[in-house]
Antibody
Framework: QVQLVQSGSELKKPGASVKVSCKAS????????MNWVRQAPGQGLEWLGW????????TYAQGFTGRFVFSLDTSVSTAYLQISSLKAEDTAVYYC??????????WGQGTMVTVSS | EIVLTQSPGTLSLSPGERATLSCRAS??????LAWYQQKPGQAPRLLIY???SRATGIPDRFSGSGSGTDFTLTISRLEPEDFAVYYC?????????FGQGTKVEIK
């Protein structure tokens, strides 16, 4: 079946980096763009941006340029989100989500990233 | 950036009742509006896209309406599994913004 499986929870210190993976299965990975969304504890959904899984070019929402990097390994149908210079306010659940003609039709299960000293 | 405002913030209803959720956009999004359901500890699930089309496997008690700036999600008869948080999202322009959510809780 069509699914996105993300890597496990991470606990990082401020200033460190983290790389979250999102492995797709059940469909042709390069046919559907991949988006990244985060949700801080008890808060709503915030769109980080998306990556064209065919061309590999990323687009970042305002406020998520510089420290946030989207990448791909199409040989294993996997998208990545790397966050550098982590801050406490980056503590959130990070989701990958497939786009199908606009809406986000398939979501990963989420990866909790906790930034704490 | 298009701002989506959902109302009410919380809806307290009993199973079997009708739920009406509102989403208003700061400018027209045409019909590029989706609704998602999120339960605690779970990822969001797509319910409605194109303002009124149900996603695959979504029961027909869920319906969406509206266009332009005003949208409604209606749950005709609440089932126990429908108590959750609902988000609207516009995907017609970048950034793809979400509303702040409406919590439907058991009265």
């Amino acid at each position: 079946q069509v699914q996105l499986v993300q890597s496990g929870s991470e606990l990082k210190k401020p200033g460190a980096s983290v790389k979250v993976s999102c492995k797709a299965s059940g469909y042709t990975f390069t046919n559907y763009p991949m988006n990244w969304v985060r949700q801080a504890p008890g808060q709503g959904l915030e769109w980080l941006g998306w990556i064209n899984t065919n061309a590999g070019n990323p687009t970042y929402a305002q406020g998520f340029t510089g420290r946030f990097v989207f990448s791909l390994d199409t040989s294993v149908s996997t998208a990545y989100l790397q966050i550098s210079s982590l801050k406490a306010e980056d503590t959130a659940v990070y989701y990958c989500a497939r786009v199908s003609a606009g809406p986000f039709d398939i979501w990963g299960q989420g990866t909790m990233v906790t930034v704490s000293s | 950036e298009i701002v989506l405002t959902q109302s009410p913030g919380t809806l307290s209803l009993s199973p079997g009742e009708r739920a009406t959720l509102s989403c208003r956009a700061s400018q027209s999004v045409s019909s590029y509006l989706a609704w998602y359901q999120q339960k605690p500890g779970q990822a969001p699930r797509l319910l409605i896209y194109g303002a009124s089309s149900r996603a695959t496997g979504i029961p027909d008690r869920f319906s969406g309406s509206g266009s332009g700036t005003d949208f409604t999600l209606t749950i005709s008869r609440l089932e126990p599994e429908d108590f959750a948080v609902y988000y609207c999202q516009q995907y017609g322009s970048s950034p793809k913004t979400f509303g702040q959510g409406t919590k439907v809780e058991i009265k």
